[in-house]
């Protein structure tokens, strides 16, 4: 199969669809793997390192489109992007599709077959390609909290760990998955007060037994949700609802009854964010404020770590990738975890909780590919 890899155009994004070494394991199973020039020096790999392992260069995205059976990528494709897929090409990529009705429209329009690393489900449950980057937005979360709690930054100017005699700031992470124990275990590190809410019990056991009590964890409701941030200094936004729009649980009442220099961290940005008051930001302009309120809303996190988080998503892309390029759309008809990706074929829309987030017909996985 012919797999080209283009550079990433979104704001502030470094990071590269394949390294060297996933292009290395492709091309030695015959595959042939077209790189865009300088796709990825954002992560530190280069030209050469590409040509080493096998792969050829090409100058522009636009041949990249061309040319390729299957385009890999690491976030949703651009209007421009979208508008060069072709029909039977495939796309594999996060796409965050449930906040993004234009990217929608043009997807379908496209007669692609578009595959979401966020909604392929593993072979035990799970989302074993959104977890890598999940892991890493979470401690990254806690970072930002961090340095935007500054009054430098326009925070309340405390510090996360205290000192002697001076109390730790108080980091509330709502939602107790991938991202929120990620926050809350780098939070706790630097010393912070963490609480953690959560509306599944069992969870809720399973992380005081991963803390040894050293956060606290609550049930979460409208009531306790409410308690808890009103006296915190950082709020993440850690809820996900695979595929669909995440629920807004913070209003704009509560936002404007926070204290003032609090910082939220909305990581469920790209799936429209789940404060109500959150709107995406880029890392060139990554915060804003309401009520006085710093608002961190970073849609692609993990970009900034770029070497780091490609590395880690592609140990969990790549076998996906290697039975794609073997297999074809076959790889999704024998497998319906993987099927579970499917987010647009042939023109339809084939994701229950996009189609429920845009007002949208959405057709099943299976029957699409029937």
Same mark, same amino acid.
């Given at each position: 199969?012919?797999?080209?890899?283009?550079?990433?155009?979104?704001?502030?994004?470094?990071?590269?669809?394949?390294? #060297?070494?996933?292009?290395?394991? $492709?091309?030695?199973?015959?595959? &042939?793997? =077209?790189?865009?020039?300088? /796709?990825?020096? +954002? !992560?530190?790999?280069?030209?050469?390192?590409?040509?080493?392992?096998?792969?050829?260069?090409?100058?522009?995205?636009?041949?990249?489109?061309?040319?390729?059976?299957?385009?890999?990528?690491?976030?949703?494709?651009?209007?421009?992007?979208?508008?060069?897929?072709?029909?039977?090409?495939?796309?594999?990529?996060?796409?965050?599709?449930?906040?993004?009705?234009?990217?929608?429209?043009?997807?379908?329009?496209?007669?692609?077959?578009?595959?979401?690393?966020?909604?392929?489900?593993? #072979?035990?449950?799970?989302?074993? $390609?959104?977890?890598?980057?999940? &892991?890493? =937005?979470?401690?990254?979360? /806690?970072?930002? +909290? !961090?340095?935007?709690?500054?009054?430098?930054?326009?925070?309340?100017?405390?510090?996360?760990?205290?000192?002697?005699?001076?109390?730790?700031?108080?980091?509330?992470?709502?939602?107790?998955?991938?991202?929120?124990?990620?926050?809350?275990?780098?939070?706790?590190?630097?010393?912070?007060?963490?609480?953690?809410?959560?509306?599944?019990?069992?969870?809720?056991?399973?992380?005081?037994?991963?803390?040894?009590?050293?956060?606290?964890?609550?049930?979460?409701?409208?009531?306790?949700?409410?308690?808890?941030?009103?006296?915190?200094?950082?709020?993440?936004?850690?809820?996900?609802?695979?595929?669909? /729009?995440?629920?807004?649980?913070?209003?704009?009442?509560?936002?404007?009854?926070?204290?003032?220099?609090?910082?939220?961290?909305?990581?469920?940005?790209?799936?429209?964010?789940?404060?109500?008051?959150?709107?995406?930001?880029?890392?060139?302009?990554?915060?804003?404020?309401?009520?006085?309120?710093?608002?961190?809303?970073?849609?692609?996190?993990?970009?900034?770590?770029?070497?780091?988080?490609?590395?880690?998503?592609?140990?969990?892309?790549?076998?996906?990738?290697?039975?794609?390029?073997?297999?074809?759309?076959?790889?999704?008809?024998?497998?319906?975890?993987?099927?579970?990706?499917?987010?647009?074929?042939?023109?339809?829309?084939?994701?229950?909780?996009?189609?429920?987030?845009?007002?949208?017909?959405?057709?099943?996985?299976?029957?699409?590919?029937?």
């Amino acid at each position: 199969m012919k797999i080209g890899v283009p550079k990433e155009i979104k704001n502030h994004e470094y990071r590269v669809g394949l390294p #060297p070494a996933a292009v290395r394991e $492709l091309v030695g199973q015959g595959h &042939e793997v =077209a790189i865009e020039q300088s /796709a990825g020096l +954002g !992560a530190g790999f280069t030209d050469s390192d590409y040509q080493a392992a096998g792969a050829s260069l090409v100058t522009s995205p636009e041949q990249i489109f061309a040319e390729s059976e299957m385009v890999v990528k690491v976030k949703e494709p651009q209007p421009d992007e979208c508008r060069q897929l072709s029909s039977g090409q495939l796309l594999f990529t996060y796409l965050h599709l449930a906040a993004d009705r234009l990217q929608t429209e043009l997807l379908i329009d496209s007669g692609a077959t578009c595959i979401a690393y966020e909604t392929v489900a593993g #072979p035990r449950g799970g989302l074993p $390609l959104l977890a890598p980057m999940s &892991e890493i =937005a979470g401690r990254l979360a /806690a970072q930002a +909290g !961090a340095d935007y709690l500054k009054k430098t930054h326009g925070g309340r100017g405390v510090l996360m760990g205290g000192v002697p005699g001076v109390p730790p700031a108080k980091v509330v992470v709502v939602g107790g998955g991938v991202v929120g124990y990620n926050a809350a275990r780098v939070a706790s590190g630097m010393g912070a007060q963490v609480v953690i809410l959560d509306r599944s019990l069992d969870r809720l056991r399973q992380l005081d037994e991963l803390f040894g009590g050293s956060v606290t964890t609550v049930w979460s409701n409208t009531g306790t949700l409410e308690q808890q941030v009103l006296d915190a200094d950082v709020i993440v936004g850690a809820v996900l609802i695979p595929g669909a /729009a995440a629920p807004k649980l913070i209003g704009r009442d509560l936002v404007s009854r926070l204290h003032k220099g609090s910082v939220m961290v909305d990581v469920a940005i790209d799936q429209g964010g789940c404060f109500e008051t959150s709107r995406a930001t880029t890392y060139e302009d990554p915060i804003y404020h309401v009520d006085d309120v710093v608002h961190y809303c970073v849609a692609n996190m993990p970009g900034g770590v770029a070497r780091s988080a490609t590395l880690a998503l592609t140990n969990a892309t790549l076998p996906y990738v290697l039975r794609l390029a073997n297999e074809g759309v076959n790889a999704l008809r024998s497998d319906d975890k993987f099927a579970l990706g499917l987010n647009v074929h042939a023109g339809q829309l084939t994701h229950e909780g996009v189609g429920q987030a845009l007002d949208m017909v959405a057709i099943s996985p299976a029957q699409a590919l029937m």
